[in-house]
């Protein structure tokens, strides 16, 4: 079996579909309810993937914030708007940078991710404070909520019947991933194969966001309340470009040093909540995603309509 080289091609689970982002193109594909398959691309902003900032350490941890935030919205409004479409209706392209749903759902979301993870730890800790004073216990407290938060949250999420596909989806496209890294050939029977995890899965980054603040606030200390939810917020980007890095390292040597397998392993078992095992209606999906981001980063094509449509 031999290698393909490792090029940083990601992607995330969406409503009855797969999103797919290589260095210069972003596609989606979703399953429509007639059952074919429906694609949409974009040209992915060139001053974020191919400038500066995805050439420079830490910094370019910016750019997994925006697959996360604006790619993976503007993805997952995209399936939604497939999903609820009458037969045979056509979908409208949209352009990501300008649609508006799309920014102030990015916005929301960075609201209520910032607020859950980051300040309401920080605030059940300030109660516990109210009866002892701030200690190392009040950061080990904190960074144990936040743990519980995240755990907690993929995991009842989990159990409705539109997100656990979407885990299953997730868990497509990470096996499209493997199989394309290993030089297999992106048919259902040889993608199966592979494992559902990815060490370079967006779940990972999430826990490792987790294990980079427990140092990074532990070293700001305890001062006061006011202080500390203000440094939550504002090194944000700082751990996410340390987390980002982190990742990095791990997927390119994860199948290389078993200390680095040990390293990713918490990322790794975190993803079996995050990961279901897909069918073959759901490859099908994801390898129709992939096929077309790597068409379109081969020929530096303009992407196709937004609703071509391939068999179901």
């Known amino acids: 079996m031999s290698t393909a080289p490792r090029i940083g091609y990601g992607g ?12 210069r193109y972003m596609a989606v594909a979703v399953r429509a309810p007639d059952r074919s398959i429906v694609l949409h691309s974009e040209r992915l902003p060139v001053h974020l993937y191919g400038g500066v900032i995805s050439r420079v350490p830490l910094l370019r941890g ?29 979908h409208q392209p ?11 759902s990015v ?9 859950l993870f980051f300040v309401l730890p920080l605030l059940l800790v300030g109660l516990y404070e109210r009866a002892v004073s701030p200690s190392f216990w009040s950061h080990l407290i904190e960074t144990f909520v936040r743990l519980g938060l995240l755990v907690g949250y993929v995991y009842v999420v989990g159990f409705t019947g539109e997100i656990r596909r979407v885990y299953r989806y997730h868990g497509a496209e ?3 991933i493997h199989a394309y890294e290993h030089g297999d050939p992106l048919v259902a029977a ?44 504002v090194l944000i980007p700082v751990i996410a470009g340390i987390a980002y890095e982190l990742l990095r390292f791990g997927g390119t040597h994860y199948e290389k040093s078993p200390l680095v397998r040990l390293m990713v392993a918490p990322g790794i078992l975190l993803q079996a909540i995050t990961t279901k095992q897909p ?18 980063e081969d020929a530096g094509d303009v992407p196709a309509p937004a609703s071509a449509a391939a068999s179901g």
């Open 62 to 90: 910016v750019t997994m914030l925006w697959d996360s935030l604006v790619l993976g919205l503007a993805a997952l409004t995209f399936s939604a708007d497939v999903a609820m479409r009458e037969e045979g209706e056509r």
């Open 94 to 104: 949209t352009t990501t940078g300008m649609k508006a749903a799309t920014w102030g």
């Open 107 to 115: 916005a929301i979301a960075l609201v209520l991710g910032v607020g």
């Open 190 to 233: 040889a993608i199966q194969r592979y494992p559902t995890a990815h060490p370079r899965c967006g779940t990972a980054f999430l826990l490792l966001v987790i294990v980079v603040s427990i140092i990074v606030f532990a070293l700001i200390g305890t001062p006061d309340l006011v202080t500390r939810i203000a440094s939550r917020i």
């Open 279 to 296: 069918d073959d209606d759901m490859i099908e999906v994801a390898v129709a995603a992939f096929t077309e981001m790597q068409r379109l």
């Open 12 to 23: 995330q689970a969406v409503l009855e579909g797969v999103m797919m982002r290589g260095r």
């Open 174 to 176: 990470h096996k499209t």
